[in-house]
């Protein structure tokens, strides 16, 4: 017989620490939170009612939780009381569990497990975390405050940035000797999502097998971290931008960490410095300067329970050079698991290899006897963007090792989907990628059949896979018919309208170094009333929410006139208390004496207003909105044509998620310089921008705006480059736009 020995107990003086022993696993309220006593109305002791007591106390106070499964019921979320929903922890608590194998706190899908607010500190020990939804950040924790993690395992929660962990604000956040695994990030951040201005490390800590709908799989930092000791792999997300690791601003250095990734892709994406703190292996791809060795991926095991310890790790294998990689000056005294680091320099990542102590895993065959057909793990169905290629990872197992069995994949609709004959790899020990890439320019669903053979049987595994955003079609006839002094440009127009029309011109055949135009998908026109005199080449370009169509005809124009100016060049823009804007003057044509700057509330509107300068830059004290605009000079009496357009967000609200995906236009080259110009995606606006650019044989550049606004210059180097663009604000990074290709000549 249980009995509970609620009224002879003592209640704790004010300040004085308490420590609760939770002896119930339902999810019920404290009856009278701040009396010192935990008890339910059923005089239990619950871990929401301890949470709530310890909340309601002074001083450090500790919470027991024994061995058992411990589910929330009780629905309701955005409140910070405790009553519902998470766990809010808004004093100084410890929770302290029987050991992450054992003590498991689950939402079951209610909302987040736990959330320590501004002000808050709290320390989570060996406890299992899982089953957090919360539709928003931080699908297992989020923190504003102080935050350690201690031999825990944040595994099967989802969120949108920040699937296991969320930091943000001024909160620090201490992670060490845990497992962050199998959670789901909707937006970016797959395992981890640090946003925080305050120090963030992590320690002896196991990041793998995370996803992210968006981009960037396992760990996203803002404003730096220091990361030792730690394994980060196999994460996966549906974009190209670090898969496993991305630093997005201040300084993030590496020690003694591994980096793995099998898929296709930046394994590391660094738009903010990542330290080569030393002791760091990656595999799959270099990690800005640390280099691929593939052996590290191939002599690591499976992520598993590695005996003596209670949540998940990668085990060394023989031949790892991780083996022995790492700076002493770095080394923990143990593990992830408590097993003691040996040697002169301990071993890399959160697993130490000790043949004395824990012998060394090899891969185990599915014992599936004679006669049985391998296994192949479930493959979900896919949702494709036009054009873009994913990586879809899948395992396999047999009565043969893994490496000697063979993949194949074949679908159902070989237009969509041409090239699966050689899409299928494996690592040996069965862990597996389909390279999924769709033909150009085409949309709609094909049945993929993934297939795995030991030379005898067989076994199939089918999904759907969808491809969406198809790029529209290129405008078909395009005419240029002198007007007086100037040209108007008309095009046949597509059915349904695209989002716009992009007008890419020169000075030279196939050149496109004057000012791109943007026209509203509507019209089928443009007007440059008035150029300097010469020969002019023009082509019409479709923009869908799929991104560029090809290029139409080209076709020409001679222009005989005097005294007019050419475009104004390089026009960027961004908002602070208001609106401003800075060009450089024309190429061509007579010199300006005079700038306008028109404003509107859509492409080419001019439904704001305009203003003049002498001058090449302008600010004006407009009011929240969203605003276009574009510049032309005048001389002699005669207004030249304009510049390209620039979208420029003026007081825009808090962001809730981060950028969608702009669409990258045609690209303006002159002067050694590129002119980018894109359209913003929907949603949060940006704060600012990242335009990537890449050259066949070196690393990503990445040039970072200072503005909001949608273009940027770049002094370019000659060469064949592709680029694309990605917005940025408080919520995270956005979805990356579509791809364009440029060439600078010497």
Not at 224 to 251: P, R, Y
Not at 392 to 410: D, N
Request: with cysteine; proline share 6%; charged share 5%.
């Amino acid at each position: 017989m249980f009995v509970v020995f609620v009224a002879t107990l003592a209640a704790p003086s004010l300040g004085q620490a308490a420590t609760f022993t939770v002896n119930s696993t339902l999810d019920a309220v404290d009856a009278a939170p701040g009396d010192g006593i935990c008890a339910t109305a059923g005089a239990v002791c619950t871990l929401r009612a301890a949470i709530q007591e310890a909340n309601a106390l002074a001083g450090t106070d500790t919470i027991v939780v024994p061995a058992g499964t411990y589910t929330l019921t009780r629905a309701g979320k955005n409140e910070n009381a405790a009553a519902t929903g998470d766990l809010d922890i808004t004093s100084t608590v410890i929770v302290q569990g029987a050991g992450a194998d054992v003590t498991t706190v689950t939402a079951a899908g209610l909302d987040r497990v736990f959330e320590v607010t501004a002000g808050g500190n709290a320390t989570l020990r060996g406890l299992r975390i899982t089953g957090g939804n919360p539709t928003a950040n931080g699908g297992g924790i989020i923190t504003a405050g102080t935050l350690v993690v201690d031999r825990c395992a944040i595994t099967g929660n989802t969120g949108s940035l920040g699937g296991g962990i969320s930091n943000s604000g001024a909160s620090t956040i201490t992670i060490t000797d845990s497992e962050i695994s199998g959670n789901v990030a909707t937006s970016q951040g797959g395992g981890v999502n640090l946003q925080a201005t305050a120090a963030k490390t992590l320690t002896n800590v196991t990041v793998s097998g995370n996803s992210a709908n968006n981009a960037v799989g396992g760990i996203i930092i803002f404003n730096g971290a220091t990361i030792t000791n730690v394994t980060i792999a196999s994460n996966t997300d549906v974009g190209s931008l670090g898969h496993n690791l991305a630093s997005a601003s201040g300084t993030t250095t590496l020690r003694n960490t591994l980096i793995v990734t099998a898929q296709a892709g930046d394994n590391c994406y660094t738009a903010s410095p990542v330290t080569d703190g030393g002791g760091n292996f990656a595999a799959g791809s270099a990690c800005q300067t640390i280099p691929a060795t593939a052996a590290v991926a191939t002599n690591l095991g499976p992520r598993t329970v590695n005996s003596p310890g209670t949540t998940a790790t990668h085990a060394l294998l023989a031949g790892n050079p991780a083996i022995g990689g790492g700076l002493a000056a770095f080394c923990p005294s143990a593990d992830q698991r408590g097993v003691t680091r040996v040697g002169a320099a301990c071993d890399s990542g959160a697993y130490q290899f000790s043949a004395a102590a824990v012998p060394t895993p090899t891969p185990t065959p599915t014992p599936t006897g004679p006669g049985v057909a391998p296994a192949i793990s479930t493959i979900s169905d896919q949702m494709l963007q036009q054009d873009t290629a994913v990586s879809i990872p899948f395992t396999i197992s047999g009565a043969i090792i893994a490496y000697a069995l063979r993949t194949s994949a074949t679908t159902s609709n070989p237009t969509l989907f041409p090239a699966l004959a050689s899409s299928t790899s494996c690592d040996p020990l069965g862990h597996c990628t389909l390279l999924l890439t769709p033909a150009d320019g085409r949309a709609g669903s094909g049945i993929v059949t993934v297939t795995v053979s030991d030379g005898t049987l067989q076994t199939s595994q089918s999904f759907t896979a969808t491809v969406a955003l198809v790029r529209p079609s290129a405008p078909g006839v395009v005419l240029a018919n002198v007007v007086g002094s100037g040209v108007t440009v008309t095009w046949s127009g597509l059915d349904p309208p695209p989002v716009a029309y992009a007008i890419t011109w020169g000075r030279s055949n196939g050149a496109a170094n004057l000012p791109m135009q943007l026209v509203p998908g509507s019209a089928t026109r443009f007007d440059f009333l008035a150029l300097p005199g010469g020969t002019y080449f023009f082509r019409v370009y479709a923009v869908g929410a799929g991104g560029l169509s090809g290029a139409s005809p080209q076709t020409d124009a001679i222009v005989t006139s005097s005294g007019v100016p050419g475009p104004p060049m390089s026009l960027q823009g961004g908002a602070g208390s208001g609106l401003s804007a800075n060009w450089a003057a024309p190429t061509i044509g007579a010199t300006p004496i005079l700038y306008e700057m028109q404003l509107g509330t859509s492409i080419n509107s001019g439904d704001v207003g305009s203003v003049t300068t002498p001058g090449l830059s302008l600010s004006s004290g407009l009011g929240a909105g969203t605003y276009w605009i574009r510049t032309r000079a005048a001389a002699g009496g005669s207004n030249g044509a304009w510049s390209s357009s620039v979208q420029i967000p003026v007081g825009a609200a808090n962001c809730s998620s981060a950028p969608g995906a702009p669409t990258m236009l045609p690209v303006t080259t002159a002067s050694g310089q590129v002119g980018f110009n894109w359209i913003p995606g929907a949603g949060s606006a940006a704060d600012s921008y990242q335009v990537q650019i890449k050259l066949v044989g070196i690393p990503t550049f990445v040039l970072n705006t200072s503005t909001n606004g949608s273009s940027a210059i770049w002094d370019a180097m000659a060469g064949t480059f592709s680029a694309r663009v990605v917005g940025v604000n408080a919520c995270g990074i956005g979805v990356v736009s579509n791809e364009v290709d440029f060439t600078i000549t010497p």
